[in-house]
């Protein structure tokens, strides 16, 4: 899946002294040449990734046309159907942070690979189980009518496909056997994976994932810097010595420092428990780099801490860095890189 | 129909004749039964509505969505690294393997690749997670068919993979471990020595599956010859993995196309069986946890040493861009079709699950059977609700 | 039985003597196949270890579940026929309890002493298939209503071989009395050796096979429980029943298996009875009277091996499909039987 650099193209050229041609991606070449042997002017424009994949798209009359085409073509397995709304959704994505004014959503509607001139396309991809090429075909549906003929007739596995395409987009199939709701219920409303039907869920609340509500590290070593109560030699707290030390008196005298942990101050907890994490983990960090023979021991995390908002490595030694811990976005971020340390 | 073996041409005989007798009018009174939502038999909750004449299946039909919860949608409105938390609940008995295909979407549309090392541990994760399902399947064949002891060996023997699982990824059933540019974490020390140990246990319980259940005769008769599917048929349907190499094809995405997985470093065969019955589809998944196990244990061998994952920016935006990336997973291909418009997050996803075109044939190979037969078929089409109704 | 003790009873009391001891016979061996075969020899096939909890190694887990049982909603459908809703179970059970009147315990241990004791028990045998059909028909329910019917279609397909198979003892033995048929096996001689009786199981080999295959079905067990089908037909007949009544269902399962291998060590296995060699009986009246005690003890150790057996099988196989069941009875079971009634008869009259 490496793209090919330059390099290996230039090579290959004056290795085999040939004309400079992508290897492999005659095969796909000459399917769509077949195809278009097949069903002429229909195919309208075709896309070839280089030894990888292959996406043509049809003129919709000629779209069940397509499929019985390819089928006598070898492209006999019939892998799936859908169709796709090119309008970007006028709700936006949803995950926008709500304190920050939303800018004016871009309604242009930009259709993908090999173009096209409608809102809505239908898509289906069909396998040569010989050749081992895979085939992506598009072609547009109607504004107005968005209706296309079914694949049935090609292919008896495009049934449930088609259902499936009809309830979430609307878009008709004809001369299919049984066009009824998959999955809704039948006397449901809308084509839920149409741009503009909302998601519910998401207009009534904000996606949550956006907003941290984990306190920041920094934040919590704030808190952590607070001074604790005084205690005596059985662990009592001394109400006259803490009111010196902190300036007001503790709340309930009668606690012991157990029971404080046991049941109290939270932020006084997680600033203490990070700060322990943090120094056990440049211990346990390294010992385990060196001793684990399958660790990357030796991954340059120089490189890293030069840049630190820019990468995000996940390398286990860099957790034991407190720098990285204390860049971190948030705890949230720190947590998954203490676990690979210990 | 091309070619047919006798098997083939008696089950072929036998919904011509059902399908006959639908078309006429008769003096009896058939009878509807409906099995499920909640039913023994439909691991979930599927729908069979079966039309019968005495114990003959005369039509039948599936009816999935009671389970439906919208994952093509939700995809829309998260990021690329959130949709990983989605897509582990399709499959729910294979969870890695649901977020390798769209993590290699992804990858393909950014243009990176996982390091070495993250490939071959996502290759082994990949069949551990097969070997997780399969077990479970293979267990479960005996239950349909009123055999409870094999299911609680498979069960017993699943939990070891389910450690193996939780000890690298920290998550038994829903991993979410695989990232975009490689994986969470590298691997806990002991992992492989223990990895090799149990997959020498789970070929033992492969072994013993094989002679405790497939040797049955009653077993045999209950799958040999039953529920025949033509491979001109199953490409049609779009049947997918054991269900489509059981009638012959030989076709299997690990083998048979350039992915970013290191299946090319390991020596293995891809199991096919001409019958298309029932016990070819059993036999098939059979032969294939051996197989996975083999690959597992070859794999162990060779991961290289290196970083697990490659440089990705801390904020993800996939360039716009179409890839359409399928792998073979437990229950046949599995493929995300991905549009990105350059966002956080994609803008449109199309999953194809393995589940929902193999269910797609059961109305037609539920044609002219028993009221028995239904459940092994089901059971051996090997179907997981979720992968069905995403 | 009445004559050991030495004491007259009066009727009434013989009567109330009777019915517990009824009770005992079907029950005690009925719980002690749940927990022996059902929870602690599936567990182990199983890997696992089965109840734990209640009582040392969960031997109180039965009583557990009878309580549960007990406590439960009585439900039945709407559109049920209720009267015979209700009295399905009952008469499922009361086949179980009319099966051990005739099983012979020791010389004088017994309920009845029938003269036509195969007979009665062929034909209070099939009761159970009644209380099965309505069941299956009673409780509006399309899973049940198969499972009847295919529980009928079964019931009666393997009637046939198990008439058959005793048949062969019958003509073996010379009478259809039970204790004849236990006295015939113990003064029994094996080309002149009476060490060790002459169980028929050794002359009925064949006849005692197609017996216990005929009793799987009987009590449709794996391999032949499709009435019951759990993961096709739900429950089948039993689908509907729920608390005490499933209770009824579940009790005359298990004593049901429990009294059919009674029947089949008794014609088979020599029943009660040691070799009469052994303490120089030649008849039923020189019989001590201790083997009144002993007999029973005899006969129920029995009764557990061929439980073991059918237990077995029912937990290690799959299950036949409807129509392969049928083959099965019909086109090997039958014919095999009838050889063997055939062969029996001409070995007894030319020996």
Redesign the interface.
């Known amino acids: 899946?490496?793209?090919l650099s330059d390099d290996t193209q230039s090579a290959v050229a004056t290795e085999d002294d040939a004309p400079l041609a992508l290897p492999g991606d005659g095969v796909r070449e000459a399917v769509v040449d077949d195809l278009r042997n097949r069903i002429g002017d229909a195919l309208i424009d075709s896309h070839i990734v280089p030894?990888?994949?292959l996406?043509v798209r049809v003129s919709t009359e000629s779209w069940a046309a397509t499929g019985a085409a390819l089928k006598a073509a070898g492209f006999?397995?019939?892998?799936?159907l859908?169709a796709?709304?090119w309008m970007?959704?006028p709700y936006g994505?949803?995950?926008d942070d709500p304190t920050v004014e939303k800018e004016p959503i871009d309604m242009t509607i930009?259709q993908?690979?090999c173009g096209g001139d409608t809102r809505f396309q239908v898509?289906a991809?069909l396998t040569d189980?010989n050749r081992?090429v895979?085939i992506?075909i598009k072609a547009d549906v109607d504004d107005d009518t968005p209706v296309v003929d079914s694949w049935t007739g090609s292919?008896?596995?495009a049934?449930?496909?088609e259902r499936e395409c009809h309830e979430?987009f609307g878009i008709g199939f004809n001369n299919h056997p049984d066009l009824r709701?998959?999955?809704?219920p039948t006397d449901f409303e809308g084509h839920?994976?149409r741009?503009d039907?909302p998601?519910l869920a998401?207009m009534v609340k904000p996606?949550p994932?956006i907003v941290d509500v984990e306190p920041m590290p920094e934040k919590a070593e704030e808190i952590a810097d607070e001074p604790l109560p005084v205690t005596d030699e059985a662990g009592r707290i001394d109400p006259v010595a803490t009111e010196e030390l902190t300036g007001e008196p503790p709340s309930d005298p009668d606690l012991t420092m157990a029971d404080a942990a046991a049941t109290g101050d939270e932020a006084t907890e997680v600033g203490a428990a990070d700060a322990g994490a943090d120094s056990e983990h440049s211990d346990a960090g390294s010992d385990?780099a060196d001793?684990?023979a399958?660790?990357?021991a030796d991954?340059d995390d120089t490189p890293e801490s030069s840049e630190p908002?820019?990468?995000?490595?996940?390398?286990?030694e860099s957790a034991a860095d407190p720098l990285d811990v204390a860049e971190g976005?948030s705890t949230a971020d720190a947590d998954?890189q203490e676990?690979?340390g210990s | 129909m091309t070619m047919m073996s006798d098997r083939q041409q008696l089950s072929y005989i036998a919904s011509q004749a059902a399908d006959a007798r639908l078309n006429v009018e008769l003096e009896t009174e058939g009878m509807t039964l409906n099995i499920g939502p909640q039913h023994p038999a439909t691991h979930g909750t599927l729908r069979i509505i079966a039309r019968l004449d005495g114990e003959q299946v005369i039509w039948a039909e599936p009816s999935a969505g009671y389970m439906h919860r919208g994952y093509e949608k939700l995809t829309e409105v998260r990021t690329f690294p959130q949709v990983t938390t989605l897509i582990n609940r399709i499959d729910w008995l294979g969870s890695f393997a649901n977020e390798v295909p769209f993590i290699l979407a992804a990858e393909k549309l950014m243009d990176i690749e996982a390091p070495p090392r993250a490939q071959v541990i996502r290759t082994i994760l990949f069949e551990l997670s097969r070997i997780a399902n399969v077990s479970l399947f293979l267990g479960d064949l005996g239950v349909q068919m009123g055999a409870v002891t094999p299911v609680f060996l498979a069960f017993r023997d699943r939990e070891y993979v389910l450690n193996l699982i939780e000890g690298a990824t920290g998550g038994r059933f829903h991993p979410n471990f695989d990232r975009i540019g490689g994986l969470k974490d590298d691997l806990p020390k002991g992992w492989i020595d223990e990895t090799k140990q149990v997959m020498k246990k789970l070929i033992g319980f492969c072994d013993e599956n094989e002679s405790l259940l497939f040797g049955n005769e009653i077993f045999q008769s209950r799958m040999r010859g039953i529920g025949v599917i033509p491979a001109e048929i199953a490409k049609e349907y779009g049947l997918s993995g054991a269900n489509l190499r059981a009638s012959g094809v030989d076709y299997d995405l690990r083998r048979d196309q350039d992915i970013a997985l290191s299946y090319d470093l390991c020596d293995w065969k891809v199991w096919t069986h001409p019958d298309g019955d029932s016990w070819a589809r059993c036999w098939v998944r059979l032969q294939e946890t051996r197989e996975s196990c083999k690959i597992v244990l070859q794999l162990l061998d060779q991961i290289p040493a290196g970083p697990v994952m490659t440089k990705v920016p801390r904020i993800i935006k996939v360039p716009e861009g179409e890839a359409y990336v399928s792998t073979e997973n437990p229950l046949g291909e599995m493929g995300y079709y991905v549009v990105s418009k350059g966002d956080l997050g994609p803008f449109r996803v199309k999953i194809r699950s393995a589940s929902f075109s193999n269910m797609s044939i059961a109305s037609w190979v539920l044609k002219g059977v028993y009221v028995p037969d239904i459940v092994t078929i089901l059971s051996s089409l090997y179907f997981i609700l979720g992968d069905i109704d995403r | 039985m009445i004559n050991t003790l030495a004491v007259e009873i009066p009727y009434w009391g013989q009567s109330i003597f009777r019915v517990v001891g009824g009770l005992v016979a079907v029950l005690l061996p009925a719980g002690g196949i749940v927990y022996l075969f059902l929870f602690k020899m599936m567990s182990f096939m199983q890997s696992r270890l089965g109840p734990m909890e209640a009582g040392p190694y969960g031997s109180m887990q039965l009583l557990a579940e009878v309580g549960k049982w007990l406590q439960k909603e009585d439900i039945q459908p709407d559109n049920a026929d209720k009267t015979i809703f209700k009295m399905a179970p009952v008469v499922v059970l009361l086949s179980t309890f009319l099966l051990i009147v005739v099983v012979p315990f020791g010389p004088e241990a017994f309920f009845t002493d029938l003269d036509a004791g195969v007979f009665y028990f062929l034909a209070v045998g099939s009761v159970s298939v009644l209380g099965i059909l309505m069941a299956g028909w009673s409780s509006a329910n399309k899973y049940s209503l198969l499972g009847g019917l295919r529980a009928a279609g079964q019931l009666i397909a393997y009637e046939l071989p198990m008439v058959l198979a005793t048949l062969g003892v019958v003509i073996q033995a010379g009478s259809m009395n039970l204790q004849t048929i236990v006295v015939a096996q113990n003064t029994g001689e094996i080309f002149g050796w009476g060490g060790l009786g002459n169980p028929f199981i050794l002359t009925q080999g064949v006849g005692f096979l197609i017996f216990m295959i005929a009793v799987q079905a009987e009590l449709t067990q794996p391999p032949f429980d499709m009435p019951i089908a759990e993961s096709e037909l739900v429950s089948g007949y039993m689908t509907e029943y729920s608390g005490f009544r499933f209770l009824m269902f579940f009790i005359a399962e298990f004593a049901t298996a429990g009294v059919f291998a009674f029947i089949a060590s008794v014609m088979f296995l020599g029943g009660w009875g040691v070799p009469f060699d052994w303490f120089g009986w030649s008849n039923l009246d020189d019989v001590d009277w201790w083997m009144n005690i002993v007999g029973p003890l005899i006969l129920t150790t029995k009764m557990f091996g061929l439980v073991l057996v059918i237990m077995w099988v029912r937990f290690s196989s799959p299950r036949f499909r409807e129509d392969q069941l049928q083959t099965f009875a019909w086109k090997f079971l039958i014919p095999l039987s009838l050889a063997n009634v055939a062969v029996t008869a001409i070995l007894k009259v030319v020996f």
């Open positions: 899946m490496a793209p030894n990888d994949d996406t006999t397995f019939f892998s799936w859908s796709i709304d970007p959704s994505k949803g995950e930009k993908g690979v898509l991809r189980l081992h895979g992506t292919f008896a596995g049934n449930w496909h979430m709701n998959m999955y809704l839920p994976l741009k039907f998601l998401r996606w994932g385990d001793a684990a399958d660790a990357d991954a908002a820019a990468t995000h490595d996940d390398a286990p976005a998954p676990e690979a």
